[in-house]
């Protein structure tokens, strides 16, 4: 359990207040300009959007197969946007440290608690009204619904797992 998330790649602020995305497979950390952040924190969600785009496709009655292929399509796309054109002109710090880096991240860039936690019983409820509600939906909707709420209910119990564990 303890290496269940290690291979998400990471975005933050390290102990010198600058804004880091680590590469976790490379173990190499890239110092993000003030002015991209924004972007790097976009292309940072790009699993969500691929799964968004997938969802959205099926709820509207695409076929399945072509949903989930625009949605690998979106992700490796921006993957591909991502590590080709942005991250080569940061930065970057080889064999980051991240445990010593990390360690000095204040308190209060973390979510607090209660917003995990309701965060993860709202996936919950939502999970439950899709089951619940699945006779009346078409079942590309049901699909789709019961995706984006797995989903969430995932990254809700990373987000606890990784900030809070000891």
């Known amino acids: 359990m303890k290496n269940l998330f290690s291979n ?9 207040n600058r804004t880091i995305y680590y590469d976790s497979k490379k173990k190499v950390g890239y110092i993000v300009h003030e002015k991209d952040r924004v972007i790097v924190n976009f ?11 997938s969802a959205l496709l099926l709820a509207y009655k695409i076929n399945p197969v072509i949903s989930v292929a625009v949605g690998i399509l979106v992700y490796v796309g921006m993957d591909l946007m991502l590590k080709k054109r942005y991250l080569p002109s940061y930065t970057m710090l080889a064999n980051y440290n991240i445990e010593k880096e990390k360690a000095s991240i ?10 995990i936690v309701l ?29 984006v709420g797995l989903y969430f209910l995932v990254t809700n119990i990373k987000e606890l797992y990784t900030s809070y564990k000891d």
Request: hydrophobic letters at 40%.
């Open 43 to 53: 292309f940072h969600n790009r699993l969500t959007a691929g799964i968004l785009s």
């Open 106 to 115: 204040k308190e209060n860039q973390k979510n607090p608690i209660w917003i």
């Open 8 to 16: 998400f790649n990471q975005y933050f602020l390290d102990k010198r």
């Open 119 to 147: 965060r993860l019983v709202l996936s919950i409820i939502f999970l439950g009204v899709v089951y619940y509600a699945r006779k009346e939906q078409e079942s590309y909707q049901t699909i789709a619904l019961g995706i």
